[in-house]
C-alpha cells in the first residue's frame, strides 16, 4: 500500500503540466510574500526604487530630480506599477511575487534538462524560499528584477536554437545588465562561452547567433539611453550608469574574510560535485550554468562586498547545480526520507506566519493592515498638520512618498546616500564632502520635521565626525514631538 501511494505521487509529478507547475509556484509565493504586501518597508533600497519611480512618474527621468546607484530599468520597473496603479503598496508587492514567480519557474525549466520532474518541481519550490525569506528580500529588490530577467534568457540558450530565441535571449540580458550592472561579467562570460563554441566546436550556436545576441543586449542598453540623448543629458546617463559604480565599489570594499565564505562553499560543493562524479561538467548545460556562477561570484569580487540579497542573483543557477547532486545521490542510495522533515519544511516559512500575525495584530489595534513606522508616521504628520514640505527622514523615508513630497536634496534620496561623498560629483551636488552636505541640510534649508528611529545610531557607525554634528545640532535646534512606535519626530525650535 505504500508502495502504491509513491507510484501514485511519483506518478501526480510527472503529469503535472507547465501551467500547472507555475500556478503552484505563483502560489506558493503569493502565501509566503501576501503579509508583507501591507508592510512600510522591508528593505530601504525599495522605498528609494519607488522615490525615483514616482519621480520618474512626474517627468523627471532618473538621475535628474533624485539619483540613486542602480541603472534605470530598475526606476522604470516601479514607475510602470505606480503609473498604471498609483500609489499603491499592494501592487508593487504584487509584482514582486510575479518576478519571483517567473524567476522559480524558468529555474524549474532549467533543471527540469537535467533531473526529473519531482526535482525540477521541489528545486523551484526552493527557490521561491530562497528569493523570499531570510532577511530583506520581502520586499521588491533590484535583484528580484534582473533575475526575472536573467533566468529566463539563461533557458532560452539552453533549450531553444533558433535565432529569434537567441535574439529574444539577448534582449533578456540586456534588460538584465540595466537593472543590475554587475551582472555584465556573467553576461560577458555567456557572451565568450557562445562565441568559443561558435568558433571551435560543433555544437549548435553559430556565429551569427552569438552576433544576434550581443545585438539584442546593445539595443536595450541603447533604448535606455535614448531618453537621454534626446534632452541633450547624455552624459548624466554615463557618469550615473557606468562611472559612478565603479567608483563606488572602489571606494567601498568589504575585507576578504567577509567576502570569502560564499566562494569557500561554492568551491567546495563544485569540488565534491565534481569528485564524487554527480556532475557531468561535459554537459552543455551544466557549463552554462556554472560560467554564470562563476561570472557572478567574479562580479561580487569585483565589486568589493556582498549584502544579503546580492545572493538571489547566484540562489537559481547554484540551486540547480546543488539539486543535480542530491537527485543523484537520492537515485543511488534511495535513503528513507523522514517524514518529520515535511513538518521542517512547513516551519521555514516562520518569518511570514508570524507576518500573519502582525497584520491581524496591527488591523485589532490600529484598524489598518498596512503597519510600520513609514505609514505612522507621515499620517501623524498630517493628523498633527505638521511641516511636510520642508521634512526630512533619516529613517522610514519612504514616508516622502506617502506624504507626496521630495527629499530636502537630491543627496539625501537615500538616507545613506548623504555620507556617500565619493558619489557627489556624479550627480553634479556642490558640496563635496559629507559634512558639508549635511550642514547644508540643517543649517540653511533647516527642515521643520524631522523624523529619525529610536535607538538607532542617525548614520552609519563608521561616520563619526557626522554622527557627532547630527547630534549636537539635533539637541540644540530641535525638540521631541512625538514618538510614533519606534519613529521619534522632531521639530525645529
Known amino acids: 500500500m505504500p508502495l502504491e501511494r509513491n507510484r501514485n505521487a511519483l506518478l501526480a509529478f510527472s503529469q503535472m503540466k507547465d501551467t500547472t507547475v507555475f500556478l503552484l509556484l505563483s502560489l506558493i509565493t503569493l502565501f509566503i510574500r501576501f503579509p508583507f504586501f501591507f508592510r512600510d518597508y522591508v528593505d530601504r533600497d525599495e522605498s528609494t526604487f519607488i522615490l525615483l519611480g514616482q519621480s520618474w512618474v512626474d517627468g523627471f527621468l532618473p538621475y535628474t530630480q533624485l539619483w540613486d546607484l542602480k541603472p534605470p530599468l530598475t526606476f522604470a520597473f516601479f514607475a510602470a506599477i505606480i503609473s498604471i496603479f498609483g500609489k499603491s503598496f499592494v501592487a508593487i508587492r504584487f509584482a514582486g511575487v510575479v518576478l519571483v514567480a517567473i524567476t522559480a519557474f524558468f529555474t524549474y525549466k532549467i533543471a527540469l534538462t537535467l533531473v526529473s520532474k519531482k526535482a525540477s518541481v521541489f528545486i523551484g519550490i ?7 525569506l531570510f532577511g530583506s528580500l520581502q520586499g521588491v529588490m533590484s535583484e528580484h528584477i534582473c533575475m526575472a530577467f536573467f533566468v529566463p534568457s539563461i533557458y532560452l540558450l539552453l533549450s531553444k536554437n533558433s535565432s529569434f530565441s537567441i535574439f529574444l535571449s539577448g534582449i533578456l540580458v540586456g ?16 557572451g565568450l562561452f557562445l562565441c568559443f563554441e561558435s568558433i571551435f566546436t560543433n555544437k549548435k550556436t553559430s556565429f551569427v547567433q552569438v552576433v544576434l545576441f ?12 535614448t531618453p537621454y540623448f534626446l534632452n541633450d543629458i547624455t552624459y548624466t546617463w554615463w557618469e550615473s550608469v557606468i562611472l559612478a559604480p565603479l567608483e563606488y565599489t572602489e571606494a567601498r570594499r568589504y575585507s576578504v574574510f567577509k567576502l570569502a565564505p560564499i566562494f569557500v562553499i561554492t568551491a567546495v560543493f563544485l569540488f565534491y560535485a565534481h569528485k564524487s562524479k554527480n556532475l557531468d561538467f561535459k554537459n552543455r548545460n551544466i557549463q552554462l550554468l556554472l560560467i554564470t556562477i562563476i561570472g557572478v561570484l567574479f562580479s561580487f569580487a569585483k565589486g568589493g562586498r556582498i549584502n544579503g540579497h546580492y545572493l538571489i542573483q547566484l540562489h537559481p543557477m547554484l540551486l540547480i547545480l546543488v539539486g543535480v547532486v542530491v537527485s543523484n545521490l537520492i537515485t543511488v542510495h534511495k535513503p528513507k526520507i523522514p517524514t518529520y522533515l515535511a513538518v521542517i519544511g512547513l516551519l521555514i516559512p516562520a518569518e511570514s506566519y508570524l507576518e500573519y500575525v502582525n497584520v491581524i495584530n496591527n488591523k485589532i489595534e490600529k484598524g489598518t493592515i498596512f503597519n510600520g513606522e513609514g505609514f505612522s508616521a507621515p499620517q501623524f504628520i498630517l493628523e498633527n498638520q505638521l511641516e511636510t514640505k520642508n521634512v526630512l527622514f533619516f ?6 512618498w506617502n506624504l507626496g513630497t521630495l527629499p ?10 548623504i555620507c556617500r561623498d565619493e558619489l557627489f560629483t556624479f550627480f ?29 545610531r542617525i548614520l552609519d557607525k563608521k561616520e563619526v565626525e557626522e554622527n557627532q554634528y547630527i547630534d549636537n545640532y539635533l539637541a540644540q535646534h530641535y525638540t521631541l514631538f512625538a514618538t510614533v512606535d519606534n519613529a521619534i519626530i ?4
Open 126 to 132: 526552493i527557490c521561491v524560499v530562497l528569493l523570499s
Open 175 to 190: 534588460a538584465t545588465v540595466m537593472v543590475k550592472l554587475n551582472m555584465a561579467f556573467p553576461i560577458l562570460f555567456l
Open 214 to 225: 550581443g545585438t539584442g543586449a546593445i539595443t536595450v542598453i541603447l533604448a535606455t539611453v
Open 395 to 400: 529613517e522610514y523615508h519612504i514616508g516622502y
Open 408 to 417: 530636502p536634496t537630491t543627496a539625501s534620496t537615500h538616507p545613506s546616500n
Open 428 to 456: 553634479k551636488n556642490p558640496r563635496k564632502k559629507s559634512i558639508e552636505e549635511l550642514k547644508f541640510i540643517m543649517e540653511e534649508l533647516q527642515p521643520k520635521t524631522v523624523v529619525i528611529r529610536k535607538g538607532k
Open 490 to 493: 522632531l521639530q525645529r525650535l
